[in-house]
């Protein structure tokens, strides 16, 4: 346990670094902007935001969630992003004592609240996440395999093409679902099969229930198909769970119904 402890402490500073790099995500990519280039400004004022008003979580809470030069109101989703991409990577870090699979999981984790952001707002998962996302996840899943022993290629191919394929079976034929979506679940496919495939199981299982649950819960309130929450969030939540508890999921479920 008092491992565990060390590797939540390491691993929270790279959450917080990925959850301040994912709001400029969720405010430039959807626009076409770059992530890397110009530096963050006030959207009302085009004040620079400085250095010391960049700290994720702690700039948002001294500013009161103002703009300092004009005071104009910065979204509570932005802090609330930094937490939960902070909590989940801090999260897979406990659960994982391997450092290949901990970084793996991390990874995955890292990116899926500020991809639900996104698709939550603008209706998209934009390709400049989840291309890269592949592009990095491969080698770290063959180091993985080559050196730490910790990842399974083959695994990781199938998760890919079962979870990515599957999707794009529905996105072909109801509509519904768009192509972004179908990326997404081949990168959480990639990632989680390495571990193994009960856990890309897992994110469907868990994707699909709760997407049912939230479509029953649009229907009750009286909202139509057309107004209702994007697939992107349940595939996301989905990953989360599956990552941070696949194994014990996974064994509940065989032993009960299997
Ligand atoms: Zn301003």
């Known amino acids: 346990m008092d491992e565990a402890w060390i590797r939540a402490v390491v691993a929270l500073p790279f959450g ?8 400029v995500a969720v405010s430039r990519l ?21 250095a010391r008003d960049n700290v994720p979580v702690l700039s948002w809470l001294l500013l009161r969630g ?9 979204s509570v989703e932005y802090p609330l992003l930094e937490v939960a991409t902070a909590g989940v990577v801090v999260l897979a870090a406990i659960r994982f004592p391997d450092p290949w ?26 390709n400049r996440l989840t291309y890269p996302a592949l592009l990095l996840f491969l080698p770290v899943v063959l180091l ?8 399974d290629p083959v695994r990781a191919g199938l998760g890919l093409l079962l979870y990515g394929g599957v999707l794009f079976i529905v996105a072909a034929i109801s509509g519904g679902m768009g192509m972004g979506d179908v990326k997404l679940a081949a990168v959480i496919g990639l990632v989680l099969g390495s571990l193994g495939l009960r ?3 897992v994110a469907a299982a868990a994707a699909i229930v709760l ?6 819960v649009a229907l009750a309130m009286g909202r ?14 989905g990953a989360v769970v599956a990552g941070l508890w696949g194994e014990p999921l996974a064994a509940w479920y065989i032993g009960r119904f299997l």
Not at 144 to 151: S, V
Not at 224 to 233: C, L, Q, T, V, W
């Open 144 to 151: 993985a395999w080559g050196i730490g022993d910790a990842a």
């Open 66 to 74: 103002r703009c300092r030069r004009c005071g104009e109101r910065i």
């Open 101 to 126: 699979q901990a970084v793996l999981v991390a990874g995955l984790l890292a990116l899926m609240p500020g991809i639900a952001l996104i698709d939550l707002r603008h209706r998209i998962i934009p």
């Open 211 to 216: 997407g049912g649950l939230g479509a029953i």
């Open 30 to 50: 959807p626009e076409g902007g770059s992530v890397i280039r110009p530096r963050s400004r006030c959207p009302s004022c085009g004040a620079e935001i400085g």
């Open 224 to 237: 139509g198909r057309k107004s209702a929450i994007p697939f992107g969030p349940y595939l996301a939540v």
């Open 199 to 201: 856990f890309v199981g």
């Open 16 to 23: 917080l670094a990925v959850g301040s790099f994912m709001t």
